[in-house]
């Protein structure tokens, strides 16, 4: 399998759902929304962005299933998986504000292989496939060479349905408020993740998150320098209920002012 291939159709698929998303957003109604669960939305627009991203990543790799986060496709792989977020950051999105993305990764087996971030509102596309590295509208990324948390700017994501482990989450917060440069929250994992990729963010953490969240932008850090674990450390088998991302230098100083507040 060529992945270089693969990754400049599902470029291709990926901008073609950012354009139908970006149209849409135009004309959008806030009141056309569906609850999916507390502070969980959908709209037709989700939907519509699915619909046509599992069309034409079928035509790419037909042997690949889906997980995808409106259910669009249930096809199982053998070995590929296509993991879709049709648009990731769907609140920003129903309130008309940046950012938010069409995130697409490729799993062989456990192993994420390929993956794209496309952030519509300022139109770049992140790629990256395993041991390709990770491109910005096709310049080569990597991430930041700052050395220490005090120098970083840390993005995370607010817990928004998922509150068991708020105050921990909250006295983290307040230490990262002490010890890093900044703290910022867009409102759309992937973007965030393809943010640390390509150097804006030192380092990125949350929880309550799911696999089509993350899927993309783990190979983006990974393939731009970067680590990426659980609060724990551990780097398999992610499935976005917690993630630690950053720059290798400020890693682990990062990692150990997560977990000092945040674990099971």
Request: aromatic residues 12%; glycine residues 10%; proline residues 2%.
């Amino acid at each position: 399998m060529n992945l270089k291939d693969i990754c400049k159709g599902i470029e291709k698929a990926a901008f073609e759902a950012g354009t139908f998303i970006r149209k849409e957003a135009e004309v959008f109604d806030i009141n056309l929304r569906e609850r999916k669960g507390l502070n969980d939305f959908v709209s037709y627009v989700d939907k519509g962005a699915e619909k046509l991203l599992v069309e034409r990543l079928s035509l790419l790799l037909p042997e690949a299933g889906f997980v995808t986060e409106e259910g669009t496709s249930t096809k199982v792989g053998v070995r590929y998986c296509w993991v879709i977020d049709p648009l990731d950051g769907t609140t920003n999105f129903l309130h008309g504000f940046y950012p938010y993305a069409v995130s697409i990764g490729l799993m062989d087996n456990e192993d994420v292989i390929a993956g794209v971030v496309y952030e519509i509102g300022k139109n770049e596309t992140f790629t990256a496939w395993k041991g390709g590295g990770t491109w910005l509208n096709g310049k080569q990324v990597t991430v930041s060479e700052v050395t220490t948390l005090a120098d970083s700017l840390i993005a995370t994501g607010l817990p928004y349905s998922d509150f068991h482990r708020l105050d921990a989450y909250m006295e983290s917060l307040t230490y990262l408020c002490r010890h890093a440069q900044g703290i910022r929250r867009l409102g759309s994992a992937a973007t965030d993740l393809a943010y640390v990729a390509c150097g804006r963010f030192e380092g990125f953490y949350e929880y309550g998150l799911h696999p089509w969240d993350i899927a993309a932008g783990l190979i983006l850090v990974r393939e731009a320098g970067g680590l990426v674990s659980d609060f724990s450390g551990n780097e398999k088998n992610l499935n976005g209920d917690e993630i630690v991302a950053a720059s290798g230098p400020v890693f682990n100083e990062f990692l150990d002012s997560v977990r000092k507040f945040i674990h099971h």
